[in-house]
């Protein structure tokens, strides 16, 4: 199994548009990109409902069946199979949900829907949609998108987002977009009823963003950095993430392996690393930190798009670009 991605059904829980290069995993099925989203959704092995059933044990004490009212079983209408415990006010965003939020938007022509899956046997699910044309940043490339996803078992709220993908390698630049009142994505608690309508009015979907994007991007790809600045830009990047929140000293961070492996990327092993966008600029930097933490980072790979979008690896992303922000301002 690759990257967590659900097999509960025997087929890979993933769709792609045709007209869109095989997933570097290879799993999935091909969809027309102008489907309706009842044919992405049974592409995707996501033809299936979260149901709620109360919580019941076997009492040694009364010898009848009890109920434990605060708590739920969310479970699978297909196959049965459970996701997760949740309170009893929990709200279920169902896969159809997510589909039909972007099928909206595909039918106003704002958007085009590219990739749907489901994580770790259905309990995290997401839809990918592209935004608009790519940008050119130099010679380099990049591709603006929207991603919606949300869990089934209580560890994510429900998260609409930007992030870009750069086209030469894959890497995604989590939340790189704001909307017009600079929220980085909207995020709906489980505790509240999941509004299309309000959601898209929130995220404030506008070409300025991305416009604002393009102009930080170029910025950053005529940024060239020495030596001591590079250094200095990853000694902030890491000392966050350090193991057990501790601090450590330059040298020690220097020789961690994410550290080594950046530079090493940096300095002309990622891919596309000999473009004048990315050869010893910031944009290069960033680039080569997204490239680890997409590809690379972690010892199984089956944890790595999951981390990548949805855990530490997006923080760590995150505070990257913030931090490659800071220098081109």
Known sequence: MAHQIDFTTGQAAIAYATDTDV?????????????????????????????KAEVQFDSTVTNQRESFADKHVLYRSDC????????????????????????ALAEAKQFRIETVGALMNGRRIWALGRVGKNARILDDEVAPYLLLATSYDGTMATVARFTTIRVVCNNTLQASLRNRDAQRQVTISHQAIFDAKAVRADLGIALDAWDEFQQKAGLMAGRKLTDLETDGWLQDLFQPFMPYGQSYTPEQVRKSKGYRRIVELFAGEMIGGHQDATDQTLWGLLNATTEYIDHEKGRLQDNRLNAAWFGSGARFKDHAYQLAEKLVA
């Open 23 to 51: 997933p570097w995993h290879g799993l999935g099925q091909t969809v027309d990109p102008e489907a309706s989203v009842e044919v992405w959704q049974k592409a995707a092995q996501l033809e299936w409902r979260a149901l």
């Open 80 to 103: 049965g199979a459970p996701l997760s415990v949740v309170s009893s006010d929990y709200q279920v965003v169902q896969p159809a949900d997510i589909l039909n939020f972007f099928g």
